[in-house]
């Protein structure tokens, strides 16, 4: 496996959008952004988007293929909560465009509040478990051989994991209570047998990423670039880690958006027509 969104290339000034569909892993090219790249689509979903310009991958499964490949999945579970889960490459705009989309659809965005919550119900400060959150699980380690910065109270806990299962548990405590956005924590994998769910990463390309980090944080070139590498670092290995997909896989998500092709209203656009179509 090779990471391959960073070297995604940005959309040509303008073309005619081909349709592209996966349909349940029958498309040889499964799983990959540089098929399209290769065979030189510029891939687009299906009709309410044709209007866009833009890199957009939308994935469409058969429900009989589902089930067929996964037999032990409950599929045909219909939750009464719509929940929208993003996935974000670090500098995509990921957390922002969560909050935006909450507010322009009147629901919640959860996103750090999701440790928040599983604080208030591990009884584990906030601060402890931020240390933690969406990094890497060293199984083989304690946390005091992780973090010596961490409240002597935790260090003999593996408080990575613990954060996992309860902020998993709060995730689908939400989808069954109320419309929300989540952002990252896994909620994808977490929410795959959740028909009234549906899942998107957004990505970018690196320059513009590194643009973006070194506004937001006031870095230079060089340290924008290895913060960004440093936190799809630990994305990466918390998502794997934990779900034993590929994070930046693009058949983990029914939806893939460059953040860069489009403006925030256009993305906010498309993104709202995915809500209220579930």
Same mark, same amino acid.
């Given at each position: ?29 499964? +799983? ?21 310009? +833009?890199?957009?991958? *939308? ?31 670090? +500098? ?5 465009? +969560?909050? $935006? ?9 959860? #996103? ?7 604080? /208030? ?15 890497? /699980? ?24 613990? *954060?996992?299962?309860?902020?998993? #548990? ?16 896994? $909620? ?15 990505? $970018? ?15 230079? /070139? ?25 994070? /930046? #896989? ?6 893939? *958006? ?8 256009? *993305? ?11």
């Amino acid at each position: 496996y090779q990471p391959f969104l960073h070297h995604f290339p940005p959309p040509k000034p303008s073309f005619s959008p081909s349709i592209s569909l996966h349909f349940g892993g029958h498309n040889p090219g499964r +799983g990959s952004f540089q098929t399209a790249k290769k065979a030189g689509q510029n891939i687009i979903s299906t009709s309410f988007f044709t209007h866009f310009s +833009g890199h957009v991958t *939308l994935k469409l499964v058969k429900e009989s293929t589902l089930t067929k490949d996964f037999p032990n999945r409950k599929r045909g579970i219909y939750m009464s909560k719509r929940v929208i889960t993003i996935g974000r490459q670090f +500098g995509s705009d990921g957390r922002i465009i +969560g909050n $935006a989309l909450a507010a322009k659809l009147g629901i919640n965005c959860y #996103d750090k509040e999701l440790i928040k919550l599983a604080s /208030e119900q591990i009884d584990i400060p906030y601060e402890q478990l931020k240390r933690v959150d969406e990094k890497r /699980e060293k199984p083989w380690s304690y946390q005091v051989d992780l973090d010596s910065g961490l409240d002597r109270r935790y260090r003999y806990e593996h408080i990575d994991e613990k *954060l996992f299962e309860t902020q998993s #548990d709060v995730i689908l405590k939400l989808a069954e209570r109320e419309d929300c956005i989540i952002v990252g924590r896994c $909620a994808d994998y977490v929410l795959k047998d959740c028909q009234t769910s549906r899942h998107v990463f957004l990505y $970018a390309p690196y320059d513009d990423r590194i643009r973006t980090v070194m506004e937001r944080y006031s870095l230079d /070139e060089k340290k924008a670039e290895q913060l960004i590498r440093k936190v799809d670092k630990d994305r990466s290995y918390y998502y794997n880690y934990y779900t034993d997909q590929y994070w /930046e #896989d693009m058949e983990n998500y029914d939806l893939c *958006l460059d953040t860069a092709a489009f403006d925030r209203e256009q *993305l906010l656009d498309i993104l709202a027509k995915v809500y209220e179509q579930i």
